[in-house]
């Protein structure tokens, strides 16, 4: 007996010890690092079992396994864009101002500016899914879709029921829907679609057999491509609580998306396929050239996920915050920055530059707010303005510098965006968008209550500890 206790023991202290030096090996944020390695030390079995099951990027392993199998791989060369592809330019094409910018998208993203896009703001569902179902309706090919949340409520079956007709005329439709937040629903949008013969896939669905239920890694994107030629992206999930204009809707939510035309759809085309390959296996061409000029505007698909450098998105947005001259202009609806961004944004504001966060006065997550209060007086105490806009909701993601640069897609700025969830961008290098997008956020300011130092010093202590307490899990929120 006294044997077999040493064994057990000796067995569990390997297990720990296994554990540990997988943690040294992977990890490399020092705070996450040393929790992992307290739990798997200070609970012999309990601490390693949650590591294997949690803690390792399992679909970071995936997703290069299939990578092996891809005819094409994004963060190689230009992705599956044509060598003779005309619209590509360097970065030194834009102003010399915002050649920084570029240049790190450019090493980072590992993928080309293409100019002659045209971007179109789109208000909450209003205006949004009008045009979404529109070029569901006159698509004649192709249309990929991907989101992260697909309601099945009266707006959710109005693109349902489109799409369904579209696969019934004979067009490629393919949808992809996250595990997870279709669980949002019931019945389910890809039940209903499957069952009307729509070929719909599941992002890392929980399953029972083999057991797998993750709620991390999720797929963020919102993504819409029609014929390869037309495409819409932002921060709008498919749903009625989209529908602002709607008071009676007591979780109606203020938003944004973009219609998005030019050669830079080919690049939001890639971003889907690469997704529908992860999740099916089966990989496929894009649709073939040339795109053509539909504008001015310059830009580049940003693509985020586990399955890419993690800092890729921190590096670009603290790069473009860092080399702001006059303004940047931030609205986000969850604030918990990395670090590195937070000292963009102090050292940005010292500059002298007018640096403004704007973030929802109402949240959909609360937590998300008393975690962001525990810190947001080291941005007010060094100049950085911040401002809290009255409810209902706002979900809109937005960041414009000097009113040149714009940045717009799904990507929130807290770390499940910036380094566990599949997230998509688009970066814009073009003065007409900008101006309308700042003037956006300056309109919101007028109507929002500023947040001072002296506000966050007079909480009592109360509400200090339940902030306090909050944002001691920010890197999981």
Not at 9 to 19: C, P, Q, R, V, Y
Not at 197 to 203: E, L, S
Not at 459 to 467: E, G, M, P, V
Request: aromatic share 10%; charged share 20%; hydrophobic share 45%.
């Amino acid at each position: 007996m006294e044997f077999l206790n040493w064994s057990i023991a000796a067995l569990l202290m390997a297990l720990g010890f296994i554990a540990v030096g997988h943690i040294l090996l992977n990890k490399n944020d020092p705070r996450s690092a040393w929790g992992w390695i307290f739990l798997c030390l200070f609970f012999p079995l309990l601490g390693p079992l949650i590591y294997f099951v949690f803690g390792i990027n399992r679909v970071r392993i995936r997703a290069r396994k299939l990578g092996i199998r891809t005819p094409f791989r994004l963060d190689e060369g230009f992705g599956r864009l044509p060598e003779d592809f005309q619209n590509v330019i360097p970065c030194t094409a834009v102003p010399s101002a915002y050649q920084d910018i570029a240049r790190i998208s450019d090493a980072v993203t590992r993928l080309p500016l293409v100019s002659g896009n045209h971007i179109e703001i789109l208000h909450n569902g209003e205006e949004a899914f009008p045009a979404m179902l529109d070029a569901i309706h006159g698509a004649e090919h192709s249309l990929l879709l991907v989101t992260y949340i697909f309601e099945t409520n009266a707006s959710g079956k109005k693109f349902i029921d489109a799409l369904v007709r579209a696969k019934n005329r004979g067009v490629d439709v393919r949808v992809l829907i996250d595990g997870v937040g279709e669980l949002y629903s019931i019945p389910r949008a890809g039940t209903l679609l499957k069952r009307q013969g729509v070929n719909i896939a599941r992002f890392i669905p929980p399953k029972i057999k083999p057991p797998e239920f993750s709620i991390n890694l999720r797929n963020h994107r919102k993504l819409l491509v029609a014929d390869g030629r037309l495409g819409f992206t932002g921060g709008m999930n498919i749903g009625g609580r989209h529908l602002a204009d709607n008071l009676q809707n007591p979780s109606r939510v203020i938003d944004m998306h973009f219609k998005v035309k030019g050669p830079v759809v080919a690049q939001m085309e890639e971003a889907f396929l690469d997704d529908w390959g992860f999740a099916t296996g089966n990989y496929t061409d894009p649709t073939p050239g040339p795109h053509e000029k539909e504008g001015d505007a310059i830009c580049r698909t940003i693509i985020d996920g586990p399955n890419e450098d993690p800092e890729k998105l921190t590096f670009i947005l603290t790069g473009a915050i860092a080399s702001a001259r006059k303004s940047v202009l931030i609205m986000t609806p969850y604030f918990l920055p990395s670090r590195e961004i937070i000292s963009a944004l102090q050292i940005t504001a010292l500059r002298g530059v007018e640096v403004v966060l704007v973030l929802p006065g109402k949240n959909n997550l609360p937590f998300m707010r008393w975690a962001a209060s525990n810190f947001l007086w080291k941005l007010t105490q060094w100049g950085v303005k911040i401002f809290f806009q009255p409810p209902p909701f706002v979900h809109s993601k937005l960041l414009v510098v000097d009113d040149y640069y714009t940045q717009i897609g799904s990507a929130n700025i807290d770390p499940r965006s910036l380094r566990l969830n599949f997230e998509l961008n688009i970066e814009i290098f073009d003065e007409t968008l900008a101006v309308e997008v700042a003037a956006h956020i300056r309109k919101c300011i007028k109507r929002a209550e500023e947040l001072t130092l002296l506000d966050l010093e007079r909480r009592n202590f109360a509400i200090k500890l339940r902030d306090a307490f909050a944002w001691l899990f920010s890197p999981y929120l």
